[in-house]
């Protein structure tokens, strides 16, 4: 199972980015596919969650600059961010679940001016 993140770097405050996550080894389209963050000093957090049919769900403090979507014949889920604040800066980890969960690697966002 591999899940590879990409997508992050270094971004002004007020500005976009967009991560994106293959999965392989997995039955893509059968799996809850999520992403969460951590921030440095800080525990992982929910950042939003995907179900198979595209149910979406977000933390609280993110709806509306953060959506999530997936593209089930890519096998590749997707967080659009934008009006990207400080406090965003973090690593961002892609999630599977089904049965089993399987973490990716993470991919760094920086909101720094």
């Known amino acids: 199972v591999q899940l590879q993140a990409s997508g992050g770097g270094l971004v002004q405050p007020g500005g976009s980015l967009r991560l994106s996550c293959a999965a392989s080894g997995i039955m893509f389209s059968r799996n809850v596919m999520g992403w969460y963050r951590q921030a440095p000093g800080k525990e992982r957090e929910l950042v939003a969650t995907?179900?198979?049919?595209?149910?979406?769900n977000y933390a609280n403090s993110l709806k509306g600059r953060f959506t999530i979507s997936r593209d089930n014949a890519k096998n590749t889920v997707y967080l659009q961010m934008n009006s990207l604040k400080p406090e965003d800066t973090a690593v961002y980890y892609c999630?599977?679940?089904?049965?089993?969960?399987?973490w990716g690697q993470g991919t760094l966002v920086t909101v720094s001016s």
């Open positions: 995907i179900t198979p049919v595209g149910s979406t």
């Open positions: 999630l599977s679940q089904f049965i089993r969960t399987y």
